[in-house]
């Protein structure tokens, strides 16, 4: 996947993007504390510490930077995607977001046909 990301990075002459590949949770992601502007959590908190993510984002995003969470619906079936026990419900997500770090920007709302998402932003 990479390498596809790459080639198209070179065809379209963009220059503003470092790949990276690594295991985020035992390496962390490798960039500054408070240095980023935006983090995106898509289709990535159905993992068995999603609190992980969360914390990692927070260290790394500017005071104000935002998280954009988008995730498989759990109510109802997808073509892919985990299987329906074990994705998150937009409340869970919610309940796992630390209100003295974060606070929530845009409610989770469905994305057709098969997501939801959420805006949070590091206080």
Same mark, same amino acid.
């Given at each position: /996947?990479?390498?596809?990301?790459? @080639?198209?990075?070179?065809?379209?002459?963009?220059?503003?993007?470092?790949?990276? @590949?690594?295991?985020?949770?035992?390496?962390?992601?490798? %960039?500054?504390?408070?240095?980023?502007?935006?983090? /995106?959590?898509?289709? =990535?908190?159905?993992?068995?510490?999603? $609190?992980?993510? %969360?914390?990692?984002?927070?260290?790394? %995003?500017?005071? @104000?930077?935002?998280?954009?969470?988008?995730?498989?619906?759990?109510? =109802?079936?997808?073509?892919?995607?985990?299987?329906?026990?074990?994705?998150?419900?937009?409340? @869970?997500?919610?309940?796992?977001?630390?209100?003295? $770090?974060?606070?929530?920007? $845009?409610?989770?709302?469905?994305?057709?046909?098969?997501?939801?998402?959420?805006?949070?932003? $590091?206080?």
């Amino acid at each position: /996947m990479l390498d596809i990301v790459r @080639q198209k990075l070179t065809n379209d002459h963009i220059h503003n993007v470092n790949l990276d @590949q690594r295991d985020v949770l035992t390496q962390r992601t490798g %960039l500054a504390d408070n240095s980023i502007d935006y983090v /995106m959590l898509f289709n =990535i908190l159905h993992h068995d510490s999603p $609190k992980d993510f %969360l914390n990692e984002a927070y260290r790394i %995003l500017k005071p @104000q930077g935002k998280v954009g969470i988008l995730h498989w619906r759990s109510d =109802i079936l997808t073509p892919r995607g985990p299987g329906l026990s074990i994705r998150p419900k937009p409340d @869970q997500i919610l309940q796992w977001i630390d209100r003295l $770090k974060f606070s929530v920007d $845009k409610e989770p709302g469905v994305i057709e046909p098969y997501h939801y998402g959420i805006i949070i932003s $590091k206080l």
